[in-house]
């Protein structure tokens, strides 16, 4: 029992801090406080470090000797590897999951949606979070377990990106747009058209992100 309640607070730490991590509460240029933070959270510096650990292997902190831990910035660098991997995979694993999708899950992806932008109009925090979980709804049906678990970790990586581009005005509507299309070609069951909608929506994505983000020497 022991062992479990463990690992439970482990799991907690780890989804705690990673949400002040993509909701851009912590800055990326000063070491992370891990005194403070492990007082604020309640728990000891050790399941913290554990779960620091965790987020730098998730590609979220980068650590240095004698300084701690740091958020990783946004790089142009970072977003190119990030959604090329995105275009690969992310097409086709929504494409079969379209196919696949049970009734259930298919009334999640509509609710998941509805819920995306609620938020998304009402500018609230969370908007990345709930942009993720409406793309893993469209993904996890299709039954490619080990493609899904690739993906899950490529979008936690995209959400920080996610914000930074809904930033202009008129983004946000537009991604509505886009998000409502998606939906409606993948309860159509139209594969081909699905896959090549979410190639469009990635790549548009990535073009306006090159844009924003500073260029790289």
Same mark, same amino acid.
């Given at each position: ?9 482990s ?13 851009g509460q912590?800055?990326?240029?000063k ?7 492990a007082a ?9 470090r ?10 979220l ?9 740091f ?26 999951? $379209?196919?696949?999708?049970? +009734?259930?899950? @298919?009334?999640?992806?509509? !609710? &998941? =949606? #509805?819920? /995306? ?10 908007v990345?979070?709930?942009?993720r ?28 990106y ?25 309860l159509?069951?139209? $594969?081909?058209?699905?896959? +090549?909608?979410? @190639?469009?929506?990635?790549? !548009? &994505? =990535? #073009?306006? /992100?090159?844009?924003q ?5």
């Amino acid at each position: 029992m022991s062992s479990l309640i463990v690992r439970n607070l482990s799991d907690q730490l780890v989804e705690l801090v990673r949400d002040r991590i993509l909701s851009g509460q912590v800055p990326a240029d000063k070491a992370i406080r891990q005194d403070a933070l492990a007082a604020e959270l309640g728990v000891s510096k050790i399941p913290l470090r554990e779960a620091l650990a965790r987020l730098e292997q998730e590609g979220l902190l980068r650590s240095q000797a004698n300084r701690g831990f740091f958020v990783r910035p946004l790089s142009t660098a970072e977003a190119e590897e990030v959604y090329a991997l995105r275009l690969k995979l992310e097409p086709d694993a929504v494409a079969q999951a $379209s196919v696949h999708a049970s +009734e259930a899950e @298919r009334r999640f992806a509509v !609710e &998941t =949606l #509805e819920t /995306l932008d609620r938020v998304t109009d009402a500018h609230g925090s969370g908007v990345g979070a709930f942009n993720r979980a409406f793309h893993l709804a469209l993904i996890r049906p299709s039954g490619l377990t080990v493609t899904t678990n690739f993906l899950e970790r490529l979008h936690i990586l995209s959400d920080r990106y996610v914000r930074k581009h809904l930033e202009p005005l008129g983004r946000d509507e537009r991604a509505n747009e886009e998000h409502a299309k998606l939906l409606e070609t993948w309860l159509s069951r139209d $594969s081909g058209a699905v896959a +090549e909608l979410m @190639r469009q929506h990635i790549s !548009e &994505t =990535l #073009e306006d /992100l090159r844009k924003q983000l500073p260029a790289e020497a």
